[in-house]
Every structure is written in C-alpha cells, then in structure tokens.
C-alpha cells in the first residue's frame, strides 16, 4: 500500500504499509515535536523563519554579500556538507546569475511537479558545471534552492529517504518525487494541505513543502 491520507477524530495521518510494516503519522504530532527540538538545538531562536527572511530578500535584491552569508548559515545551521563548493561566496554569484530559472520554476501542486524537477535537474547540471565538479548531492541542493523559493523546491535529505522506504518507496530524490505525486493525488490532499497549514500557523516562513518536511524528518 502506497502512502495515503487518513481523516480521524479531527487529526489527519500519513499511513502505508510495505512488506508487512505499517506506519502510521500523527501530522500534528510530529510538526509540534520538530518545531519543539528545532527550538531547543538550534544556534539562535527563530533560525528558519531568519533563513526565509534573508534567503527572500537576498534573491528579491539580488545582493551577492547577503546570499552569501544566508547559504553559509544555512550549511553551518543544518550541518550539511561544509567542503568548497558549498561555500557561500562560491554559490552565491552562481544562484544569483540562476534567479531567472528559480523564479521560472512553477508553484508546487500535482500538475507541476515533473516540471519542478527538469528545473532542479537543470539548476544542478548548470550549478556543478560553473563550479567545474560533478554533480552536487541532492540533498543539500535541494535546502539551497528550497529556500531560495520555499513554495516550489522541496527538501530532500537522508532521513526523509529512510521514511519514503517505508512507506514503499525508494530511497532516493526520485523516490520521493513518486511518494509527493501520490500525496499530492489524494482526494483529501487540499484539506489535509489546509489543516497542516493551520496546525503550523505560529511559525514563521511557514510553507507547506516545510511542513512536510517536518512531519517526515523525525525517524
């Protein structure tokens, strides 16, 4: 069984099952434990509603200095890969020369996403091409350019890979696409949107993208 939308006593959860396994997701259980544990680890109070904030007005005004500083938070912040080509002074010019493609990029919804992924697989291709290296990971890409446009990018990272696994898919960026189109095809996606969005009302920067995030980060 395929991930699927369950309505119940006034809650919505993410179910599935493979192999015998089945997992089922309180939403608002976990948004409220993510943003509980966030609140306790991270290096300063309100850090993703500041990442939104920096990362909106840095692309908007397109000032090089202010991106630059927005990725190196954003790497130190999230512990992602800390080696040359993630520097902020590296990325910055790039993904400023890019903001024609990013902001091209379609609001996420089920009709769009296999055009939000040829304009991520082509921002990376570009991306590692000016940078003179392979490919970059797709998982700290796909934070990058999530903030640089929250409600188009998703995120993508090991733990969220672990979870597609369970719930029947592979563990990879393209395993979560499949997971995201299902999702996004139920017939209680628009409610369950709405309610997820309400559940997350107090925080800033919320998107929806992030909110799944967080219900699918925890292991």
Sequence with gaps: MAIKIKFNNNKYYLEGKNNGLFLELDCSERISKYNLLTHNHCLYPNVEGQLYNNFSRSIHNNVRGDLQRSIDDLMKIYRLQRNAPFHGNRLAPIILGKRGIINGTPIFNLHNIDEIVRSFN???????????????????????LHFCKPNSFWIFDSNIGDLSKVFGYSGTFK???DLLKKLSSDTRFESFKNYILEVDHNMPGRNFLKIIDKILWLR
């Excluded at 991306?127 to 890409?141: A, Q, V």
């Design 122 to 144: 082509e921002l990376n291709r570009i991306i590692s091409l000016e940078l003179d290296r392979k490919l970059l990971p797709e998982t700290s890409l796909s934070k990058i």
């Design 175 to 177: 395993g979560y696409v």
